[in-house]
C-alpha cells in the first residue's frame, strides 16, 4: 500500500471513480474529512463541484488509481467497474479498491475475483441510505471482502456510514443483506398503500388510522426475530398463529376487497400461498413455513 507518512496513515489519498449522485456524496465526505480526493467522471466537466471544494482531477482511470491509496468505485453496474479498473492495467497492483457499486451477489464476487487476480486488496460496500445520508453516524453500510482492508481504512469507511459492519470474507454477502431489506420495504410499503386504498375508499383517514393502530403494527416488526428463529432452525410447527388460523381471515380481505372494487391480487396471492401450504398438510406450521414456497420447494 501507498503512504507512509504521519498524514497519509490518519488520511490516505482516495480516488473516487464516478461522480453520480452517490459518486459525488463519497467525495464530498472524504474530502470533508481531510483526505487528500482525487476524483474522475466520463464527463470530465461534472468534476467541476469537486475541484472547486479542492479535489484534484484526474486525466484518466489509470492516474485516478496511482494517486489514490484506497480506490472507491461507485458507477451504473458491475461491468462497468470492471471495465474501468481494466483500464488502468498494472497500476491497479497494490492499491485498495473498495466497491459501491449496486448489482447482483455473482457480479460483486466476480470483481472480487478478478481484482484480486490483478494484486488489489478488495471490499465490498452495500450503502443503505440515499446519497444525503452519506455520513451520518446512523447511515448503515454492509461490507464484504478484505479484512485487513476493512480495519486499514475503518476511520476512511467511517466518513460514508457510522454503521458499517464486515459481514465475512464473501464479497457477495453485502448485496444479498441489502436487497433482503430493500425487498422487506418493499412488501411493507405494498401492504401498507393496500391497507390505504381499502381505508380511503370507505372515506378513512390514514392518518387516524396509524395512529390507532401504531401499537399492533409496531408489535408486527417483533414477529421478525421469532420467524428468524424458526426459519433458521427448520421449525415451523406452532401453537400459536398457525396457517389454519390464518385462512378466515386473509379470505375475508379478499372478499371486502372484490366488494369495493380495491385490487384483490396482493391479497389474492397471500391467500394462495396460505391455501397450497394448508392443502400440502402444513396447516398447523406457522407463517414462516411459506419460506418455503419463496425458494422454490
Known sequence: MTGTDEHTAVTPPVSVLGLGEMGGALASAFLGGGHPTTVWNRTAAKADPWVAKGARQASDVREAVRSGELVVVSVQGNETARELLE???????????????????QEVRAVA????????????????????????????????????????????LRLIGGRGTLLGA???????YGMAVHGTMWGALNGFLH?????SDEGVPVADFLDRANPSLTALLGLFPLLAGEIDSGAYATEYGALSAHRPSVADLVRECAARGVDTTFPRYTLDLVEQAIDAGHGGDSYSRLVEHFRGR
Open 170 to 176: 464473501d464479497a457477495g454477502v453485502p448485496t444479498l
Open 195 to 199: 391497507a390505504a386504498a381499502l381505508l
Open 87 to 105: 483500464t488502468a492495467g498494472d497500476a491497479l497492483a497494490g492499491r485498495a479498491v473498495l466497491n459501491l457499486t449496486d448489482g447482483t451477489s
Open 113 to 156: 475475483t478478478w481484482a484480486a487476480e490483478r494484486g488489489a486488496a478488495y471490499l465490498h460496500g452495500q450503502i443503505m441510505t440515499i446519497a444525503p445520508g452519506v455520513g451520518s453516524p446512523e447511515a448503515v453500510v454492509f461490507y464484504g471482502g478484505s479484512r485487513t482492508l476493512y480495519d486499514r481504512y475503518a476511520a476512511a
